[in-house]
């Protein structure tokens, strides 16, 4: 529990401290081959001046809600596998690789449809119809009311659209973090021990 805890409010932390950075590679992704925003400066002040400060924080709400759950559930889940998986023996210690590929796969699937809600948030607004070739459907206001709009015209199955994609993405990154994590730590605790025997 104190995994799921430390590791949920360190997601919401960081997920708000660096929203507006999410919330403009968002915005950039989605422009396609039209421009809006000619640069970053350029984005920044337009989305200032026509939307305010809230205007950066669009979609945040779902962000935090999706942010807790899957920091938690990662952790949760890697502290869970990762002594069983160490235990066998797989090729470069990639027991804690594997934990995190599983932790990820696991954690993002739960919580994808929040993901998906708050990428559509985050383009709804006055650049809207600018976005994505004019494509981008209006919602309504509020995290619950878009996941309704969303199953409401695309099904169930429209809260995991791109569901394969973030995986293969997610995966990867996550077993090399946890890789690299647990090599790091080993060898600052073995560092750590020398500097109190010398």
Not at 34 to 60: C, D, H, M
Not at 66 to 81: D, R
Not at 95 to 117: E, H, M, N, R, Y
Not at 143 to 170: D, F, N, T
């Amino acid at each position: 529990m104190t995994t799921f805890l430390a590791g949920a409010f360190a997601g919401a932390v960081a997920t708000s401290a660096t929203y507006p950075l999410d919330l403009l590679r968002t915005r950039f992704a989605a422009q396609g081959t039209s421009r809006i925003y000619a640069s970053l400066l350029s984005s920044v002040r337009s989305i200032y001046v026509t939307e305010g400060v809230p205007g950066f924080f669009r979609g945040l709400g779902a962000g935090v809600a999706q942010i807790v759950p899957y920091m938690g559930l990662f952790f949760s889940t890697y502290e869970t596998l990762r002594p069983l998986l160490v235990e066998l023996d797989l090729p470069f210690g990639s027991g804690d690789a594997t934990a995190g590929v599983l932790a990820s796969v696991a954690a993002k699937t739960g919580v994808f449809p929040l993901d998906l809600i708050r990428k559509r948030i985050q383009v709804q607004g006055p650049p809207r119809e600018c976005l994505a070739g004019g494509l981008i459907p209006l919602y309504g206001k509020g995290v619950l009311r878009v996941g309704k709009e969303i199953v409401g015209k695309e099904g169930w199955r429209g809260l995991y659209r791109g569901l394969a994609v973030g995986l293969i993405k997610a995966a990867p990154a996550s077993a090399v973090t946890m890789w690299t994590y647990e090599r790091v730590l080993k060898d600052l605790k073995h560092w750590s021990s020398g500097d109190e025997n010398t």
